[in-house]
């Protein structure tokens, strides 16, 4: 079992920045990355990324302004939002898989998850 804490949402004014963290309690050796849920939407997916960082995959509505990554060492992953805009609202999560290292953007297919951490962007 791996739990997932994610830190690091707040307010923020749109075009500006925000860098999530999500602690790992263990080493998964898996792929993880980040979804999140704005209110009366369903969970979206944001971004997602390989153990060793050699492949991400980003949500089209994000590529250019998130970057995600990992700290192996501190067991930690990253999701750094730059050119925030207020349609990017929303609780954010942390995924993990399980024994695979396969960067997919299906939410079923992500074992661990974590609590969530808020963000807004005020237009």
């Known amino acids: 079992q791996v739990e997932l804490v994610e830190s690091g949402g707040g307010v923020v004014p749109a075009g500006g920045s925000l860098r999530l963290s999500c602690a790992a309690s263990?080493?998964?050796?898996?792929?993880m990355g980040w979804f999140r849920r704005a209110p009366e939407k369903e969970r979206e997916f944001v971004a997602a990324i390989t153990w060793s960082s050699t492949n991400t995959l980003y949500a089209d509505s994000v590529k250019g302004r998130f970057f995600v990554s990992k700290d192996n060492v501190k067991n930690m992953l990253y999701l750094q939002m730059d050119d925030l805009k207020p349609e990017d609202t929303g609780t954010y999560y942390c995924v993990a898989r399980r024994h695979t290292n396969i960067v997919v953007a299906d939410p079923s297919l992500y074992v661990y998850w974590g609590l969530g951490t808020q963000v807004t962007v005020s237009s």
């Open positions: 263990a080493r998964t050796g898996t792929a």
